[in-house]
Structures are given as C-alpha cells and as structure tokens.
C-alpha cells in the first residue's frame, strides 16, 4: 500500500479529504488487526474507531524521516489502541482468567496431529478470537507484532516467566481447539471431500 | 489451506498476519463525526485560550496602570536634569486681595513647612521658608486644607488667617497641569506641555498629582507640585513674569513628603502603547534536505530575489527605568520573486510526400495462328502470352512532427501572510530627551495564514496558482535592531527602527525536498502613546 506524502501532509493539516483516503486505503488491514485483539467484529470496529480517531489526531507527530513507514506507524498506533481497550474493559486479571477446560490444554499430545488439515482462514482467526483475553494478547504480540518476552512484559506490566507461560498454554490451547474441529463430523466430511 | 500443527505460530502468522475485513459504512461515519466535533472543540478552546490571553492581558494592564497611577506625584520631575521643562505661565491676571479666597489668607500667614530643592544652580532663585508662599489645596477626600504637610483644620484657618489687602495675590489664573504625566521612568523629568486649563484651586476638587502654577504679583509665580494625598511636594516662588518650570530646582528621588512626612519616591514604571508599520524585505535561504537534489536549492537561491512587503502591528508594553518589556500582534506580509528558468518543449508539425515504388509483370498477350503439323490444312488459334516489367509508383502523404527544447524565463512570486506575536525587550539611551535612541530584541512567533505562489510565464501570459509546497503555519523568528524616538510631548513620541529578523527554523516541511529559512530586514516607522 503506498500513500502519497501529500496526502499525509494534508492529513497533518487536518483536512477531512485526506482522512478519508487513509481511511479507506488502510481501513481493511486495520480492522484485521483489531479482530486479532477482539473477540468479534462489533468490539473490532470499536477498536478500530478509537484507533483512526488517534491516528488522525496524533498524526502532527508523524515524522517523515523516521525508518517505520506510515503504514508500520499506523498498526503501531492500532496495537496500542487495542491493548488499551482491552484493559480498559477488563473486568478482573486478565492473565488469571482461565478456566479449568484451557488448563486441560497442556495434556495434549502434538505427535498425534502430524497430519495434513484443511483450516479456512475464517476459522482460524475465529481460533485467536476464541482465546482468553491473557493467552490473546501474548500470542498476538509474540507472533504477529514479533515482540519479544521482554517487550511484551513491559507492555503488559507482568513478568517474562508469565508472557511465556501465557504463550505456551495459547499454543496448547490452539492446538486443543484446531483438534476438535479436526475430529468434529462436519470438518472429517469436509476432508474426505 | 494445509495446516502443519507442529509449527503453529507460523501458520497463525502466515494465515492472518495480512487479513483485511472491510469494516462497515458506520465506522466511517463515525469516524467522521468525531473528528468534527474534535476540531470543533479544538477551535473552541483555541478561541477561549485567546480570549481568556487578552483578557488577563488586559485585566493586568488596567491594574497595573490602576496602580501605578497612585505615585505619579513625581511624574513631573526630572531627577537627572532637576529641571521640569516647557511649562510656561501665561497671562495671569493681578486681583485683589479681597477678591481672594482663603487660599490667600493661609499664604501670607506664612506658616507652614516647605519641602524645598536639594540642588541649587546659580540661575535658579534658592527658594527659603522665608519667601515661600504655601498654596493650600482643599482636600475632597479628607475635608481638611493642607498647607505643604502640614495639616491645617478648616476651622483654624479661618480664624488665624488676616487679610493684608495691599498684597496683590491672584487666585483666578492657576494653571494645573493636565493629569499626571508618568512618562518614562522614575528618573525622568517629564516635561509637562499640554496643559490646558486654567481654573480657581478653590473650585478645583481633583487636583491630586498635578502642577499648580499660581500668581502671586506681576512677576511673581508660585509652583507647587502635589502628590496623591494633596501634600504639596515642594513650592517655590519665582520671580519672573514668563515661567519656565525648567528653572526650579527639585530633589533627586524624594520629591516631597506626604502628610505623614513619610518621603515620596519618584515612580519609575509606566505602559505605553506603538503602533507601527514597517516595510521589509525577506531573504530566503534554501536548504538541502536530500543531497540528490542539492541542484535544486542551489538554483533556488541563485535566482530568488527579495520583494517589498510589509507589517502592521500594535504592541503593549511596560517600562522599568531603562528598559522597557513589548508585547503585541502584528500582521505581516512577505513577498519574493523568482525568475524561473525552465525547459519548454515545442513541437512542429510538417507534411511531406512519402513515395512508394513497386515492381509488376505486365502481361501481353497476342493471338495468332497455329498450324497443326498433323492434319493439314488445320490451325488452331494460340495466344502467346508475353510480359514485361513494369515500376508502379505511389505516394502518401505523411506528417513529421519535431521537437525542440528551449529554455525560458518565468517569473514566479511568493507571498506569505503571517500573523504574529512579538515579544521584545527594548532598551533606551538618553531618556527624557527629545531624541532617545534605543536597541531592541526578541522573538517574534508567526502563524501562517495564507500563503500564494504565482508563476508568469512571459510567453503564454499565464498565471498560475501552486499550492503544492508544504508550508509550516507556526514559525519563530530572533529580531534584533535599533532606532531612535523623537518625543513629541509627555504623551506622543515618534519611533524609526531599521531591525533584522533571523528565522530559527524552516518555513517548509522536511518532507519536502528543500527547506527555506526566511530572513527578514525592515525598517519601522511608529506612534508611541506613554499613559
């Protein structure tokens, strides 16, 4: 996606033309991201919103020189955005709030699903959304935004030990779950067809 | 989509890490909303910033000035010069004695104390308690008559107060000073010129800082100068029919005491307001922000020209002895020219013939007669067929177009409006003389509010508008100059102010691919009104 300078600088002086093209330009892969974080597309625009309402507002300290591209910069602020909304509408600890089933996870046995599946892209992002809010935003931050351990305890406030302990039980949990669809009768007709 | 379980990070990451979902149509409208009302408010509260700015600008002003108008006792003394100047007595006219009020009657008694001049020059008449004649100002706020400081009971003045008839005294032709005059500083003696009336003490109930002239015979005038409490200051009679306050002798720093004998400083603070106008020149200086396009800011610089602008502005300011601090808004506008050089390309058309040439067989055929060795007398027609080469010739015709490429000259100017808000710091030399040079320095901040690119091309005649270059609105600039103030009078005063304006940062966004520091020389020309 490339954006014309012009169009940035006219951003920065606030003219609505402007905002309307990055929005449309970066609106789709924005949201993406947001629904990474969210937990369905109602909470994603939210997100979304509270995110382009940022961009377009702190968008006076964009600097032209900086090595990050607007684009990087914008998904930057969107991360942001989502880690603070998810904090913001936590209603207790986050990184405490699995339960028993998740837990039950880290029994599984990865040796067993060395076999070839078909998984839309649907499903598995319904997978990331379905994760507990704490397993969510360590896996999101270690694999997508390729935070390490360290970054993402200071951006979470907790320890290294608990970011990879959230991590490993995201991917048991991942694994759990792409499982059950694997043995679910309708996933086993589809793989036969 | 084939899913490999024991790498689950990868096909997480390859499988989302570029997903777009195409938000709905309400998240833009959204969007939209509310970034109106965020700009709405960001100009309400830029709005109620500014007002609330001038208002506490204005709020102090009136305070300070409310203030400061309570010692302008000694706004008429000048303590370098001990001298008050331009003050003239005109046309007093001789009364009797009878006709006098009790003012009268208190100066012949001659009782009270006098605060008289510390410094006495060989011209000047020493004034002694024995030939001061002591004005007497009703006081409206106490009820009481003041002789100097001393504080007479209405009651005993009256009573203690004969009449020597003979004497010829006025007490019509007092001339008061118009209002106070705090011009400059403590140590200035502000000439007092442009009073104006002429009226009886006695009828006079707000005479509080002012200079009172008062006849006393033909040749004979007594000065008095008051303070806020209705103390007289210092009184001194003089003998001379045409007066110069410039020939009475006053003290340094402490004029006077009040009625609690308490001494009175001079006051040394004052506001005053200029408005001016300058004609400048601005000088751009391009700089590189790419390397690869050094060329471009080189050529710039090498072909900009400054043009005639101009600035208008009104400032507010607050004077501390010599130095005086300014502050105000200004409107200004900066021109510059270019002459452009760039490559034109012109096309010519030409028609021509392009000839085509192709070669054919023409065939011929001829008939004749073939006998038939076979059967006699029989013959059968044969036609020999013959050809020959022919050249078939053919045109079209065709159009050349040609190009060339000439240099051309336009003329392309740049205006710049800016609002501005300078904050100097002035310094004067020779104050309270007609002509007081000054140096002057600060910072000016600009906002840019319009900027206009025009190119002329001479051959086309054209004019074209180029809003392209990303502009900064706000902007800063040092200036430093120095000038001279011819002062008209206590109030007025003439300002020219030749200054040069250094731009601190860039006028154009980095982003662009050369900068432009704008360097500005001016001369000022304003009106200064000291309160």
């Known amino acids: ?193 | 989509m084939n899913v490999d379980l024991n790498n689950i990070d990868d096909m997480f990451f390859n499988s989302l890490e570029n997903i777009e979902v195409k938000p709905s149509a309400t998240v833009k409208e959204k969007i939209k909303k509310r970034m109106f009302y965020h700009n709405l408010m960001k100009n309400i509260y830029l709005q109620i910033g500014t007002f609330a700015f001038f208002t506490i600008m204005l709020t102090s002003f009136i305070w300070f000035y409310t203030n400061s108008s309570i010692n302008n006792v000694a706004e008429t003394i000048d303590t370098t010069n001990n001298k008050i100047n331009n003050i003239i007595v005109e046309n007093t006219n001789k009364t009797k004695t009878e006709n006098n009020t009790k003012i009268s009657d208190i100066n012949t008694n001659n009782k009270s104390e006098t605060t008289i001049s510390k410094n006495n020059k060989p011209e000047t008449e020493i004034i002694t308690e024995k030939n001061i004649s002591t004005p007497v100002i009703k006081s409206t706020k106490q009820d009481k008559l003041i002789a100097n400081n001393t504080v007479l009971e209405p009651s005993k003045i009256e009573q203690s107060t004969p009449i020597n008839e003979k004497q010829e005294v006025t007490k019509t032709n007092i001339v008061i000073a118009q209002k106070t005059v705090k011009q400059q500083n403590s140590n200035y003696v502000k000439p007092i010129t442009n009073y104006s009336k002429q009226e009886d003490i006695t009828n006079n109930s707000a005479i509080n800082n002012q200079v009172i002239l008062q006849k006393q015979t033909t040749k004979q005038h007594n000065i008095s100068f008051l303070n806020y409490k209705n103390s007289v200051l210092l009184s001194q009679q003089v003998n001379t029919q045409t007066l110069k306050l410039s020939e009475v002798q006053i003290p340094d720093d402490t004029v006077g005491y009040n009625i609690n004998n308490k001494p009175i400083v001079l006051p040394s603070n004052h506001w005053h307001v200029d408005l001016y106008f300058s004609a400048n020149y601005s000088n751009s200086n391009f700089i590189n922000n790419s390397n690869e396009f050094a060329s471009i800011s080189d050529k710039l610089n090498n072909e900009t020209k400054p043009a005639l602008g101009y600035n208008i502005g009104l400032n507010a300011g607050y004077k501390f002895k010599n130095i005086a601090i300014n502050f105000g808004i200004a409107y200004s506008e900066f021109n510059q020219e270019l002459d452009a050089k760039y490559n034109e390309q012109t096309l010519t058309n030409a028609n021509y013939y392009e000839y085509t040439t192709t070669n054919e067989w023409q065939l011929d055929t001829t008939l004749y007669w073939n006998l038939d060795s076979l059967i006699q007398g029989d013959s059968v027609m044969t036609p020999i067929i013959d050809s020959s080469q022919i050249t078939l010739v053919d045109s079209t015709i065709q159009t050349r177009v040609d190009t060339s490429i000439s240099e051309k000259t336009a003329i392309k100017t740049n205006k710049y409006q800016y609002v501005e808000f300078p904050l100097t710091v002035e310094y004067v030399f020779n104050r309270g003389k007609k002509f007081s040079p000054f140096i002057n320095g600060g910072l000016i901040t600009g906002l840019l509010i319009k900027t206009s690119t025009y190119t002329y091309k001479s051959n086309e005649g054209n004019l074209i508008q180029d809003n392209n270059t990303p502009y900064i609105k706000p902007n800063f600039w040092l200036v430093f100059g120095a000038g001279v103030r011819y002062n008209v009078n206590n109030k007025y005063s003439l300002m020219i102010y030749p200054y040069y304006r250094y731009n601190l940062k860039s006028i154009i966004e980095n982003t662009n691919i050369y900068g432009q520091k704008m360097n500005i020389f001016g001369i000022n020309f304003g009106i200064r009104y000291t309160f």
């Open chain 1, 1 to 193: 996606m490339a954006l014309d300078i012009k169009i940035i600088s006219d951003c920065k002086r606030g003219k609505a033309y402007a905002q309307e093209q990055i929005y449309d330009l970066y609106s789709g892969a924005m949201l993406g991201i947001c629904m990474r974080y969210a937990k369905d597309k109602s909470e994603a625009e939210d997100i979304l919103q509270e995110g382009f309402i940022k961009v377009f507002t702190k968008i006076g300290l964009y600097d032209f020189n900086t090595v990050n591209s607007f684009s990087a910069w914008m998904k930057r602020i969107i991360v942001n955005t989502a880690l603070n909304y998810i904090r913001d509408n936590k209603k207790h600890n986050i990184f405490s709030d699995i339960d028993e089933e998740n837990t039950d996870a880290l029994s599984y046995e990865p040796e067993e699903m060395e076999q070839k599946i078909t998984i839309s892209q649907q499903e598995i992002l319904q997978l990331v959304q379905e994760l507990p809010k704490g397993y969510k935003l360590v896996f999101n931050l270690y694999t997508f935004e390729k935070y390490s351990h360290q970054d993402i305890a200071i951006e979470l406030s907790i320890s290294v030990s608990t970011s990879k302990t959230q991590l490993f039980k995201a991917r048991k949990l991942l694994q759990k779950r792409i499982k059950e669809k694997i043995n679910s009768p309708k996933k086993k007709i589809v793989n036969l067809v």
